[in-house]
């Protein structure tokens, strides 16, 4: 069975509700997901916009949240966890405004594409002391199992 990565607020490739987003509440909508690998050891959620600052000329890829060291018993997230409500033992990375925790969508022009990406991995991964996502994909090399990918679009 696949990795699967769905969310009950917007399907694949879907328009992403505002709640969710800069214009709304601003918090992380719900995820489920499903087809964990048995040897799973730790889950990885990376949600980034590679559209940024606009989609017909993009120039850097947006951090928008990073968790790691997510339980593989754990079946999603709730709409709008917040950090002491994550699954235990989950760590949290800084997205691109440098703080941990959920930062909506909140695109200056044009339509955004967000990547929901879960990563399983064959290893819990160390303390990392909040990284970047660049550091967290670095200590993931050579351990990633399985991907799923949801995508969601924004336009404001």
């Not at 950090?83 to 990375?93: F, H, I, K, Q, S």
């Not at 997205?95 to 200056?108: F, K, V």
Request: charged share 20%.
């Amino acid at each position: 069975m696949a990795l699967i990565l769905t969310s009950p607020e917007f399907s694949h490739k879907a328009e992403i509700p505002a709640q969710y987003t800069c214009d709304g509440l601003d918090e992380s909508p719900p995820l489920n997901w499903s087809g964990v690998p048995p040897e799973a050891k730790s889950l990885v959620l990376i949600v980034d916009d590679p559209d940024a600052p606009d989609p017909a000329a993009p120039k850097m890829t947006w951090v928008h949240w990073v968790l790691y060291n997510l339980p593989p018993a754990a079946a999603g997230l709730e709409r709008g966890i917040a950090a002491p409500d994550l699954p235990p033992g989950t760590m949290e990375g800084k997205n691109n405004w440098n703080m941990t925790g959920y930062g909506g969508p909140c695109p200056p022009i044009g339509r955004h594409r967000y990547f929901f990406k879960l990563y399983a991995l064959d290893r819990v991964l160390p303390d990392l002391h909040k990284p970047t996502k660049a550091e967290l994909e670095k200590a993931m090399e050579g351990h990633i199992l399985e991907k799923a990918e949801l995508i969601g679009t924004y336009q404001r």
